[in-house]
Each structure stands twice: as structure tokens, then as C-alpha cells.
């Protein structure tokens, strides 16, 4: 049974950083996808960051490319992503998601796996 709990949430200033992490259980890390997606107030689901464990290759929402990062720390099973130079539009609940395969699908409604949430707030 896969489980995902995400983590690192919280409130931070524009221009600040913040470490999401989420932690995994049930995921076979061998041709996976990992992924975050976020969803802000009155606004669908949208992809954040995505990375295929087969070949580690990454995809980034235009708007977070070059501010965000994600990882994997295949000793902890943790999927995290590193948020800087955060902006106030980067406010929502960001959710941590997993799916088997080779492709991995900007769609949020094509993932099968999903942790309950973390909240981030960037204020000015």
C-alpha cells in the first residue's frame, strides 16, 4: 500500500526558502514518477515539479524553473522539493503524488497516488 506524507510547510516572507519533504511508503523507486502539484484558493491542481526515477530527468512548471527544485533521497524514500525566492503567488497547498510508468503526466488527474497536503503562504 503506498503512502505519502508530505511536510515543511509553513509561512515565509517573499524572496524566502522553504524545504518540502515527503515521505513514502509502498513506492518502488525503480521507473517511477514523483511529482509535486499545488492548489491554490478558487485555482485547479496544477504541476509543480516532476522527476522520473529511471533516469532522474526533471520537469518544471515555467513558473517555478530556476527557483525550485526537486530531489529524491533514495536512503530516507523522501521526494523533496527545495523552494527560493519564494512569491507570494507561489501560495497553496502543495501535495506530493506518485504514479508507475515510464511517462509522467503534467495532469494531475492521471496520478494515482497522493499525500494530504502541506500549506505554504508567502507573504510580501
Known amino acids: 500500500q503506498v503512502q505519502l506524507v508530505e511536510s515543511g510547510g509553513g509561512s515565509v516572507q517573499a524572496g524566502g526558502s522553504l524545504r518540502l519533504s515527503c515521505a513514502t511508503s509502498?513506492?518502488?523507486?525503480?521507473?517511477?514518477?514523483l511529482g509535486w502539484f499545488r492548489q491554490a484558493p478558487g485555482k485547479e491542481r496544477e504541476q509543480v515539479a516532476l522527476?522520473?526515477?529511471?533516469?532522474?530527468?526533471?520537469d518544471y512548471n515555467a513558473s517555478v524553473k530556476g527557483r525550485f527544485t526537486i530531489s529524491v533521497d533514495f536512503a530516507k524514500n523522501t521526494v523533496n522539493l527545495q523552494m527560493n525566492s519564494l512569491k507570494p503567488e507561489d501560495t497553496a497547498m502543495y501535495y506530493c503524488?506518485?504514479?508507475?510508468?515510464?511517462?509522467?503526466?503534467?495532469?494531475?488527474?492521471?496520478?494515482?497516488?497522493w499525500g494530504q497536503g502541506t500549506q505554504v503562504t508567502v507573504s510580501l
Open positions: 503524488a506518485a504514479m508507475g510508468g515510464a511517462f509522467c503526466p503534467i495532469s494531475p488527474i492521471l496520478w494515482k497516488h
Open positions: 509502498g513506492v518502488t523507486y525503480r521507473r517511477n514518477c
Open positions: 522527476r522520473y526515477t529511471g533516469d532522474g530527468s526533471t
